[in-house]
């Protein structure tokens, strides 16, 4: 039988009750540590060796060493192990059984791009979260679309559509739970309830479902749900004051630096102190984040909902294949019917080493299997990229690689993916020791001026040191940096292009600039500060220019038209923008 040697990753040892209990008692600092994730791949004997608690004490590392090394893995009912689950039986219910006869509840009505929700009362025996697959097909004018329904606890089921047309549905329920199957309806959807799903479009853009376009303007806030009532409500005020349309956000709890608080509330059925049933869903959990994303919604911001992450010293980053594809399941039957969801597979994918490529595939198969709306899809990198070219990728969510270039990759991205490109992570406006959460809320600015006009869209966090802990980037709270409120003159400069994006021009080889070829152009200095510029235009074509200082957020439009060859006098600043705007 297979035994811990010191050649194990820690990995391993850590998620073993016993060896676990081991290094908790003999090496606390090591088993609480909020970078403990970043240590997992290393072997125990390495880890031990190294540790400071241990440096000069030859005798008690190897103490410990011999205590871990005699231990047989042993995976039993911890919060660590890796269930395996039980598959649906046809026999869930007795033949006797009425089929079709479960309560059941719907209105009479919905409304294109709003959900629609069937509530059927049944069966609570064994384990309903995985004895029991629920699904129904909903049919009308020749379409068919099969989506799945969820166990809600307490005897309750549900089935949520995302209603894609306006007209009579039908709808016939399937399961392996006989009063369950068979059940049916229908319902009259009206005109439009929103604007619909947000979908990729012009091949590096987005836009909704009806043609309006989206630019996204994202934040991160990694575990704003998991902070009790009173943080989570402040980070909506701020959402509300803020230019933010896109949210990225955590399932699951984290634990990392300043990330090192307990959540109120866990996803699955258990404790801290005798661990979690992964097979066992938590209702209530789930209740209070579709709440959150429904205010989000409110708000008009996106969830850009991140189902996996590394940082974890619950289990939940390791409970096994079994596990991990009933959450895959059980999140998309849960949220798919949200108009304002994106999935997103994991948070830096490649520090999530005990999952392969197959793993990641496996998961972007049961989304696309289980979302009858295919709302958008990625996987974001901490060091090495994904392979985005994958069919299922529907854009780029990127971290940088380089220290200081990232929105200026933005070109060579688009032509090696040929999809959006996100940066979802360029580093942080903030004060902490690390280089990812210390940039200037002038280079968090910079960043997305410069991603913008290169066709491409910059994600903000924020990471201000804060005497309670309370960062942005994590927790949520108040906003304190400089950037957002430039970030939203950025928005609104947006908005007043030509179809309300930015697609790059040839421009000059020292600048970038985007726009309509000869009908509207928008160049960027950034850290560069001319005091003038030359321009050859068209002889027959007049432009009005404006000069635009992206950080004092004015716009100066200069007096009479230009055309032909002309010079412009600039301020000599950092940080400016020129818009040439073709008049008739």
């Not at 853009?205 to 994202?218: K, L, N, R």
């Not at 939940?316 to 594809?325: L, R």
């Not at 709302?375 to 220290?403: A, E, M």
């Not at 970038?512 to 027959?540: H, M, W």
């Given at each position: 039988?297979?035994?811990?040697?010191?050649?194990?990753?820690?990995?391993?040892?850590?998620?073993?009750?016993?060896?676990?209990?081991?290094?908790?008692?003999?090496?606390?600092?090591?088993?609480?540590?909020?970078?403990?994730?970043?240590?997992?791949?290393?072997?125990?004997?390495?880890?031990?060796?190294?540790?400071?608690?241990?440096?000069?004490?030859?005798?008690?590392?190897?103490?410990?060493?011999?205590?871990?090394?005699?231990?047989?893995?042993?995976?039993?009912?911890?919060?660590?192990?890796?269930?395996?689950?039980?598959?649906?039986?046809?026999?869930?219910?007795?033949?006797?059984?009425t089929e079709a006869s479960a309560k059941v509840t719907f209105p009479s009505s919905g409304a294109k791009w709003a959900a629609f929700e069937i509530e059927l009362i049944g069966p609570r025996h064994g384990n309903p979260f995985t004895d029991v697959?629920?699904?129904?097909?909903?049919?009308?004018?020749?379409?068919?679309?099969?989506?799945?329904?969820?166990?809600?606890?307490?005897?309750t089921y549900r089935i949520r559509f995302l209603v894609p047309e306006s007209g009579t549905w039908s709808f016939t329920t399937a399961s392996n739970a006989r009063s369950l199957n068979g059940i049916s309806g229908a319902f009259d959807a009206g005109?439009?309830?929103?604007?619909?799903?947000?979908?990729?479009?012009?091949?590096?853009?987005?836009?909704?479902?009806?043609?309006?376009?989206?630019?996204?303007?994202?934040?991160?806030?990694?575990?704003?749900?998991?902070?009790?009532?009173?943080?989570?409500?402040?980070?909506?005020?701020?959402?509300?004051?803020?230019?933010?349309?896109?949210?990225?956000?955590?399932?699951?709890?984290?634990?990392?630096?300043?990330?090192?608080?307990?959540?109120?509330?866990?996803?699955?059925?258990?404790?801290?102190?005798?661990?979690?049933?992964?097979?066992?869903?938590?209702?209530?959990?789930?209740?209070?984040?579709?709440?959150?994303?429904?205010?989000?919604?409110?708000?008009?911001?996106?969830?850009?909902?991140?189902?996996?992450?590394?940082?974890?010293?619950?289990?939940?980053?390791?409970?096994?294949?079994?596990?991990?594809?009933?959450?895959?399941?059980?999140?998309?039957?849960?949220?798919?019917?949200?108009?304002?969801?994106?999935?997103?597979?994991?948070?830096?994918?490649?520090?999530?080493?005990?999952?392969?490529?197959?793993?990641?595939?496996?998961?972007?198969?049961?989304?696309?299997?289980?979302?009858?709306?295919?709302?958008?899809?990625?996987?974001?990198?901490?060091?090495?990229?994904?392979?985005?070219?994958?069919?299922?990728?529907?854009?780029?969510?990127?971290?940088?690689?380089?220290?200081?270039?990232?929105?200026?990759?933005?070109?060579?991205?688009?032509?090696?993916?040929?999809?959006?490109?996100?940066?979802?992570?360029?580093?942080?406006?903030?004060?902490?020791?690390?280089?990812?959460?210390?940039?200037?809320?002038?280079?968090?600015?910079?960043?997305?001026?410069?991603?913008?006009?290169?066709?491409?869209?910059?994600?903000?966090?924020?990471?201000?040191?804060?005497?309670?802990?309370?960062?942005?980037?994590?927790?949520?709270?108040?906003?304190?940096?400089?950037?957002?409120?430039?970030?939203?003159?950025?928005?609104?400069?947006?908005?007043?292009?030509?179809?309300?994006?930015?697609?790059?021009?040839?421009?000059?080889?020292?600048?970038?600039?985007?726009?309509?070829?000869?009908?509207?152009?928008?160049?960027?200095?950034?850290?560069?500060?001319?005091?003038?510029?030359?321009?050859?235009?068209?002889?027959?074509?007049?432009?009005?220019?404006?000069?635009?200082?992206?950080?004092?957020?004015?716009v100066d439009t200069l007096p009479g038209t230009f055309s032909g060859r002309f010079r412009i006098e600039l301020p000599g600043r950092q940080y400016v923008a020129v818009r040439l705007r073709a008049v008739a």
């Open positions: 039988m297979q035994t811990f040697t010191t050649t194990t990753p820690l990995f391993e040892v850590m998620r073993d009750p016993s060896a676990h209990g081991i290094i908790s008692a003999e090496i606390p600092e090591l088993a609480n540590n909020p970078i403990l994730h970043t240590l997992y791949h290393y072997p125990l004997g390495l880890i031990l060796g190294t540790e400071e608690r241990l440096q000069g004490d030859v005798a008690r590392r190897e103490e410990i060493l011999a205590r871990i090394t005699a231990l047989t893995p042993a995976p039993g009912a911890h919060a660590n192990s890796k269930p395996t689950r039980s598959r649906a039986r046809s026999d869930y219910e007795p033949e006797d059984t697959e629920l699904s129904a097909e909903f049919c009308s004018s020749g379409t068919s679309l099969t989506v799945p329904g969820f166990y809600d606890g307490d005897a005109a439009a309830a929103s604007r619909g799903v947000v979908r990729v479009a012009e091949q590096f853009h987005f836009a909704y479902d009806d043609g309006a376009p989206y630019v996204p303007i994202g934040t991160t806030s990694y575990v704003w749900t998991h902070q009790g009532n009173a943080l989570e409500e402040q980070t909506l005020k701020s959402l509300a004051a803020g230019p933010f349309n896109k949210m990225r956000m955590c399932v699951f709890p984290k634990s990392y630096l300043f990330n090192e608080n307990e959540p109120e509330i866990y996803p699955y059925e258990g404790s801290v102190e005798a661990g979690f049933d992964y097979l066992r869903p938590n209702p209530a959990f789930w209740r209070h984040l579709e709440r959150r994303i429904d205010q989000l919604e409110e708000l008009g911001i996106e969830a850009d909902l991140i189902l996996f992450h590394a940082y974890d010293r619950w289990g939940f980053s390791a409970m096994g294949p079994d596990a991990d594809d009933l959450f895959v399941q059980y999140a998309v039957a849960r949220l798919a019917s949200r108009r304002n969801i994106w999935w997103s597979l994991a948070n830096e994918y490649d520090l999530m080493f005990d999952k392969t490529t197959d793993d990641w595939e496996r998961f972007a198969g049961i989304v696309t299997k289980n979302d009858p709306n295919q709302h958008l899809l990625s996987i974001h990198n901490c060091r090495d990229f994904y392979d985005h070219s994958r069919p299922w990728v529907t854009h780029c969510s990127i971290q940088r690689r380089d220290i200081y270039k990232t929105a200026e990759m933005t070109t060579e991205w688009r032509e090696q993916y040929g999809k959006p490109i996100v940066i979802d992570e360029c580093a942080y406006e903030g004060n902490i020791d690390q280089g990812w959460g210390n940039i200037t809320g002038e280079e968090m600015t910079r960043r997305f001026w410069e991603g913008a006009v290169r066709g491409g869209y910059v994600g903000h966090g924020e990471t201000y040191m804060d005497p309670d802990d309370i960062l942005w980037w994590a927790k949520g709270g108040e906003l304190k940096g400089t950037s957002p409120e430039r970030i939203g003159f950025l928005r609104r400069i947006l908005d007043e292009a030509p179809g309300g994006r930015l697609e790059p021009l040839e421009g000059s080889w020292d600048v970038p600039s985007a726009g309509i070829e000869n009908e509207y152009e928008l160049i960027y200095f950034g850290f560069n500060q001319p005091t003038y510029r030359r321009f050859v235009k068209p002889q027959d074509l007049t432009y009005e220019i404006d000069i635009i200082d992206t950080w004092n957020m004015t």
